[in-house]
């Protein structure tokens, strides 16, 4: 059984910080790349890092480049998305994803794998 499981999520004020986590497991084959996504009312799904987990390189939309950190740690199965400098206009629900295929896409329907989302609200 397949589990992604997020944390960290909470309300900061503009230019605070959050740490999200995403812990995976039961991956029988494993998996090679993983994603956080963020979606807002009225908005679509969208990437917003990377990170292929066997060399670690990762990707960033350009909203967030700058500001966010995505990293693993390879022993625990776990992702991290470090996020400063917060504006308004991260509030979304933030989940996290997984898939087989080792490179980046910001299209949500190239992941099979994914978490319950955790809600990041950002007030100005």
């Known amino acids: 059984q397949v589990q992604l499981v997020e944390s960290g999520g909470g309300s900061v004020q503009a230019g605070g910080s959050l740490r999200l986590s995403c812990a995976a497991s039961g991956f029988t084959y494993g998996y090679n790349y993983m994603a956080w996504f963020r979606q807002a009312p009225g908005k679509e799904r969208e990437g917003v890092a990377g990170?292929?987990?066997?060399?670690?390189?990762?990707t960033y939309v350009d909203s967030v480049k700058g500001r966010f950190l995505i990293s693993q740690d390879k022993a625990k199965n776990t992702v991290y998305l470090q996020m400063n400098s917060l504006k308004p206009e991260d509030t979304a629900m933030y989940y996290c994803a997984a898939k087989y295929g080792p490179l980046w896409s910001g299209d949500f329907r190239a992941f099979a794998y994914w978490g319950q989302g955790t809600q990041v609200t950002v007030s100005s």
């Open positions: 990170i292929a987990t066997g060399r670690g390189v990762t």
